[in-house]
């Protein structure tokens, strides 16, 4: 039958204190407990020798064997068969152990372990102190197969639990074939304040790819980052972030450059963002952005939209926000590209703008009002210095006829004032707007729309109509309704609008007053999809243009679909795509053809775009081939998953929309 014994501390022994005379475990700063099957002592040796299933607990440490041997007056211990030391949720094996329990250190033979999805494997591995392990000839990867795809193979390794990873002097192994060396690695493990990432990789454009980030905790509010990239191809890239981050006052910095040895072009790119919350209802932003050509962020940043500005501008400004008042006062410059010189130009400042803005005021019971103004001196290249006023002003009541029925009147006035100051010249051009809403609610999930729209332009600087344009002065004047179906639990969407427009032009007067019917369905249950979209012409009673698309599976996994588009009398086409997981394969395929009236060649499909995922367990493999008739390309990316949590500073998303 099984025995469980435990030894808490000296209490353990407390019979044989009085028969000693003395404390058989003097080391001891730190009560034991020991679980075993079979538990025997030696009194002249002090000798402690327990095996079945043992666990020796110290404070958050246990090692754990099938036969452990412990001198009660040194402290030191004797593991073998099974056995590992277990750390803070971390497990380190070994053929045998052998551990100071006063000391609190100790060398695991022939060590392997997995710590925050690393492992590794040291013939020696050393305990050092408190969460802190040291050795020699370490093999190191993320890939748990027993013989890993790829592995680090350093001379020295220094581990210290939930912090860090540390390797010396490092071959980068594919398989048994080394392939890179890399004098220092540095692995950030949960909250350490200082996180080294490198990410590997391969594709057709740059070859090899190796980029770093390098960042360090300052503090809870500021943390900063040093990117350095190796383009094999291209050259090195080296950039650095700055986060700084408090309730009332939140600000980044980016910065990247690479001078690309095949295009001998020094090319950059800026990004920064600073805002202040000066009281309650108040706050100050100041925006940066700088590239150095229209291309750089595109290709650098790709997957990250945000960088993809390529306009240079400079913005700050102060603002007043309320639940329904809102101002604010900006000043600003902005460039634009000019091919000519290959370089941005300044074609627009700001000095200053202010806007206002106040939305749902509550004049009486269901009686609102909105109004909108523009401030603006500005400076434009083409035009010199100018400033404008616009104004938009609108009434508007909800009244509930029925129980069914709301019909909500808007009634609105804008104006736009403009001085062309070098010129000495201005225009001032108002218009007034009517809108009337009736919805008709059939039911949770029917309901129709019928809106009129009305708008009127007068002559510059007069309360006329300026009826002798060309469109007689009426910019909108259309009466429209609008069907809305939706089925949630169907999975169904449908619409369907129809107008009619009475305006008319004098240099080509409008005979056909009805607008296209426009109808759209949109469908999904389970595995199939559909969708439809047509536009009829009534007076000739054909189809203007229409699509449909549909399929079957799960899109971007395993699914098969097709589309048909056709652009009234002049062309059509047809799109057909397939993708399919094949355990660790994921392809896609996507060809498109386009049919004019007289098109005859069916056999020549030239857009197409082929993409082939392939997750290699720790690697992972992408190949895109995209050919248009203008275009092609090939590329091929090979790149390491990396595991363990990346440091990020936790800020709003609204202020760092890149995240």
């Not at 392939?614 to 081939?625: A, L, P, Y």
Request: hydrophobic share 35%.
């Amino acid at each position: 039958m099984k025995k469980t014994w435990f030894l808490l501390g000296q209490l353990f022994l407390s019979g044989m204190l009085l028969i000693a005379g003395e404390n058989p475990a003097p080391f001891l700063k730190q009560p034991l407990t020991i679980r075993a099957e079979e538990i025997t002592y030696n009194q002249e040796t002090a000798e402690l020798l327990a095996s079945g299933e043992v666990s020796i607990i110290q404070s958050t440490i246990s090692v754990r064997a099938d036969r452990m041997i412990v001198n009660l007056e040194s402290g030191e211990a004797a593991a073998e068969g099974n056995a590992r030391i277990i750390e803070k949720d971390n497990q380190i094996e070994g053929e045998r152990i052998n551990y100071n329990f006063a000391t609190s250190t100790g060398i695991i033979f022939q060590a392997r372990g997995n710590i925050t999805g690393w492992h590794f494997s040291v013939p020696v591995l050393e305990r050092q102190s408190t969460d802190r392990y040291s050795g020699q000839k370490s093999s190191l990867s993320n890939c748990d197969e027993p013989v890993p795809h790829w592995h680090f193979s350093s001379s020295n390794l220094n581990l210290e639990l939930n912090k860090k990873i540390e390797i010396y002097n490092s071959l980068i192994y594919l398989g048994k074939v080394p392939v890179f060396y890399l004098p220092y690695y540095y692995r950030g493990l949960g909250s350490s304040r200082l996180n080294i990432i490198v990410y590997p990789g391969y594709n057709g454009v740059d070859g090899l790819i190796v980029r770093t980030n390098t960042s360090y905790q300052f503090s809870s509010q500021l943390q900063g980052n040093l990117l350095l990239d190796y383009f094999a191809r291209r050259g090195l890239g080296r950039g650095t972030r700055w986060d700084y981050n408090q309730p009332d006052f939140q600000a980044t910095f980016y910065g990247y450059q690479i001078e690309e040895m095949n295009t001998g072009l020094n090319r950059w790119t800026m990004r920064s963002l600073v805002w202040q919350q000066v009281s309650a209802d108040y706050s100050l932003r100041l925006d940066l952005n700088r590239p150095s050509d229209l291309s750089v962020n595109n290709y650098y940043f790709l997957e990250n939209w945000q960088r993809s500005v390529v306009s240079p501008y400079s913005e700050f400004s102060l603002t007043y926000q309320k639940k329904k008042i809102y101002w604010r006062m900006l000043t600003g410059e902005y460039y634009d590209y000019d091919y000519r010189q290959q370089d941005y130009i300044r074609t627009k400042y700001l000095l200053p703008s202010f806007q206002f803005r106040a939305l749902g005021i509550n004049l009486s019971r269901q009686f609102y009002l909105n109004y909108n103004a523009l401030l603006e001196k500005s400076y434009y290249n083409d035009s010199g210095h100018r400033l404008g006023l616009n104004q938009d002003i609108n009434f508007w009541r909800s009244i509930i006829l029925s129980r069914t029925t709301t019909l909500t009147p808007t009634l609105g006035w804008q104006n736009d004032w403009q001085w062309l100051i070098d010129q000495s010249t201005s225009t001032n051009i108002s218009r007034h707007f009517e809108k009337i809403n009736l919805r008709e609610t059939f039911s949770s999930n029917l309901y129709l729309d019928l809106t009129y729209n009305f708008r009127q332009r007068f002559k510059p600087g007069l309360l006329e109509v300026a009826a002798s344009d060309d469109d007689y002065g009426i910019e909108e004047n259309i009466l429209a309704g609008q069907l809305n179906y939706f089925e949630i639990l169907a999975g169904m969407n449908f619409r369907s609008y129809l107008g009619y427009d009475w305006r008319q032009f004098r240099s080509n007067p409008v005979t056909e007053k009805w607008t296209l019917w426009r109808n759209e369905i949109n469908w999904q249950k389970n595995s199939l999809w559909f969708y439809w979209n047509n536009q009829t012409n009534l007076y000739h009673w054909h189809n203007q243009a229409w699509q449909f698309s549909g399929g079957i599976g799960q899109r971007e996994k395993k699914y098969i679909g097709l589309s048909v588009f056709n652009q009234g009398d002049v062309s059509w086409g047809m799109n057909l795509s397939a993708g399919i997981w094949l355990d660790r394969f994921y392809i896609d395929w996507r060809t498109t053809k386009n049919f004019s009236v007289t098109e005859s060649d069916w056999f020549n499909w030239p857009d197409n775009q082929f993409r082939i995922y392939w997750d290699m367990h720790c690697w992972q493999s992408r190949i895109n081939i995209v050919q248009r008739p203008d275009y092609y390309d090939f590329k091929i990316e090979l790149s390491l998953k990396m595991p363990g949590p990346e440091q990020k500073m936790k800020v709003n998303e609204n202020f760092y929309p890149w995240e």
